[in-house]
């Protein structure tokens, strides 16, 4: 029987297993490390992926055990969503918190470029915080900046009037401890790049 999964905010992985009325608690650096501890973990072939809840079911119940190889999202997803999903679903990312069924935050590295990304998804419409000192504690020395230039890819809110796919903002010179609230949109998603410098 496979465990129950749950993201921690430390970036592990928690997965519970129940035998025998006994519970059994291991964690995962990753989600293939997990993966690697099943026999059945051999990436299968596209998957469906009509809306943000099924998304979020792949990333908690099947991707530690049966990865994906591609992907086919619904059309209910939005702009943002896809680009997010397109970051979490990739390689070397690193989970920071979700919520089975309601929505999932994690970040990948990109020393080359002196940034890392930060993905989050959701199912349903709802605020989510990010607090950049959380990572920054996680990033290895060089990516350690006092200041950061952000770029958000967001769903549209009905400040942002109709018609448009995704907004794209900028925001330079922001504080290593800054804290951001983001407003997710149904079946919506965010991506920001935060690229480091000194000075």
């Not at 990436?43 to 992907?71: C, I, R, T």
């Not at 109709?162 to 401890?177: A, D, I, K, M, S």
């Given at each position: 029987?496979?465990?129950?999964?749950?993201?921690?905010?430390?970036?592990?992985?928690?997965a519970?297993?129940l035998?025998?009325?006994?519970?059994?608690?291991?964690?995962?650096?990753?989600?293939?490390?997990?993966?690697?501890?099943?026999?059945?973990?051999?990436?299968?072939g596209?998957?469906?992926?009509?809306?943000?809840a099924?998304?979020?079911?792949?990333?908690?119940?099947?991707?530690?055990f049966?990865?994906?190889?591609?992907?086919?999202?619904g059309?209910?997803?939005?702009?943002?969503?896809?680009?997010?999903?397109?970051?979490?679903?990739?390689?070397g990312?690193?989970?920071?918190?979700?919520?089975?069924?309601?929505f999932?935050?994690g970040?990948?590295?990109?020393?080359?470029?002196?940034?890392?990304?930060?993905?989050?998804?959701?199912?349903?419409?709802?605020?989510?915080t990010?607090?950049l000192?959380?990572?920054?504690?996680?990033?290895p020395?060089?990516?350690?900046?006092?200041?950061?230039?952000?770029?958000?890819?967001?769903?549209?809110?009905?400040?942002?009037?109709?018609?448009?796919g995704?907004?794209t903002?900028?925001?330079?010179?922001?504080?290593?401890?800054?804290?951001?609230?983001?407003?997710?949109?149904?079946?919506?998603?965010v991506?920001?790049?935060?690229?480091?410098?000194?000075?």
């Amino acid at each position: 029987m496979r465990p129950v999964v749950r993201y921690l905010p430390s970036g592990c992985l928690a997965a519970v297993s129940l035998d025998g009325g006994e519970a059994s608690l291991r964690l995962f650096d990753s989600p293939q490390e997990l993966a690697n501890t099943h026999a059945e973990a051999a990436p299968s072939g596209e998957m469906k992926l009509p809306d943000g809840a099924s998304a979020l079911a792949y990333f908690f119940s099947v991707a530690p055990f049966e990865p994906a190889v591609s992907f086919a999202l619904g059309a209910s997803v939005t702009p943002a969503f896809r680009s997010a999903f397109a970051l979490l679903s990739g390689g070397g990312i690193r989970f920071l918190r979700g919520e089975f069924g309601a929505f999932l935050m994690g970040f990948a590295e990109d020393a080359a470029a002196g940034a890392f990304r930060v993905a989050c998804i959701t199912a349903a419409p709802r605020m989510l915080t990010v607090r950049l000192e959380d990572i920054w504690l996680a990033l290895p020395e060089q990516l350690r900046f006092p200041f950061y230039d952000l770029t958000l890819t967001r769903d549209p809110n009905r400040l942002d009037g109709t018609g448009l796919g995704v907004v794209t903002e900028t925001f330079p010179r922001q504080p290593g401890n800054l804290r951001l609230f983001l407003e997710l949109a149904r079946n919506g998603g965010v991506l920001l790049e935060a690229r480091g410098y000194n000075g």
